[in-house]
């Protein structure tokens, strides 16, 4: 894995403008990675994917991370500090064991980004709900009911619950939950945190600064944007410095 050129990330950015978050986590990867074909990026399970992700993130930006969240009883605004050891688990990837209970055997896969890319083909608007069932029936490759078989939306309440739980078992990077106390009340939550939510709003901020960057030097100086991206970071600041920036 290698961190992207300044160009290639800009470009990666404004391409992702329009896609679905999936797809921009997945071009991410096949970005990073020029050994990892798309099959195989969107092939990997969440919590792969993810954990990639994480990697790439301390490369891009570092290791420290931060981000605001609201209180759900008092409505008070956090900030939250972490690293990427906080929330980057070490744990493997496991296949996940055949689940046998109440006369139920059930044979079931991890889900992958092409199983939410397929659930984002098929409708526009999709609940969490509909997620969590369509992404089983993608996911159960066999169930049977005492001996006989049957379509995984068969499955009573308990098995999908015991199959969900299972499945953060095997992959937990995919679940990756923070606690959380809100100073102002007291109030104590869990609140899942989503690597690629969080790094594509931090690769937004990141493009936004670094167009208005080339606009200055360009703007003072008349240099070509491809010039003013392969510089570095400093020289660039630099340059903002002697302008008054």
Known sequence: MQAPSTADLLTYWERGLSESLVHRAVNLLVLACPEMTIEQAVGLSIGQRDQLLLILRERLFGSEMVSLT???VCGDCLELKFHISDVCSVTDIKIPPPLSMDGYDVQYRLPTSQDLLEITYSSAEV???QIRHQLLEYCVLSALYQGQAIPANKLPESVVEAIATAMSQADPQADIQLAL?????????QALFDVVTFLWSEIHVWAKRVLQEVHRLALTYGWREADILAMSPQRRHLYLEMIGE
């Open 127 to 129: 609940s969490e709900n």
């Open 70 to 72: 609201t209180c759900p």
């Open 181 to 189: 106390v809100c100073p102002a009340c007291g109030h104590q939550w």
